[in-house]
């Protein structure tokens, strides 16, 4: 399976921005996808994921009530609604996917596909 993630751009303080990644391959061999970021000179974090089984969705608190992640399961692409976004939201992010454990829904670890990132600015 590969993983391209695309629609990253330069925005300001307060606007919504909508990340798409596409999946290559079966999907439904994994459990969860979900989004990561990595700001520079921090390390790679959490943002939102989606469990296949039942659909239940978990957030970071940092973009809970701004951030919604969907899944295509037609189009293979798991999307990123990102609202109200603040400059402490650039970062580039990452779309993944794994079969985590529970436990490690939130994790990097957990997850063993990845897609090469888009960076997405959030001017003040």
């Known amino acids: 399976v590969q993983l391209q993630a695309f629609g990253g751009g330069l925005v300001q303080a307060g606007d919504s921005l909508r990340l798409s990644c596409e999946a290559c391959g079966y999907t439904s061999l994994f459990r969860a996808m979900g989004w990561f970021r990595q700001a520079p000179g921090k390390e790679r974090e959490f943002v939102a994921t989606?469990?296949?089984?039942?659909?239940?969705?978990s957030y970071a608190d940092s973009v809970k009530g701004r951030f919604i992640i969907s899944r295509d399961n037609a189009k293979n692409t798991v999307y990123l609604q990102m609202g109200s976004l603040k400059p402490e939201d650039t970062a580039v992010y990452f779309c993944?996917?794994?079969?985590?454990?529970?436990?490690?829904?939130?994790?990097?670890?957990?997850?063993?596909?990845w897609g090469q990132g888009t960076q997405v600015t959030v001017s003040s």
């Open positions: 989606k469990d296949r089984r039942g659909g239940s969705t």
């Open positions: 993944a996917a794994g079969n985590p454990i529970t436990s490690s829904m939130r994790a990097p670890y957990g997850y063993t596909t």
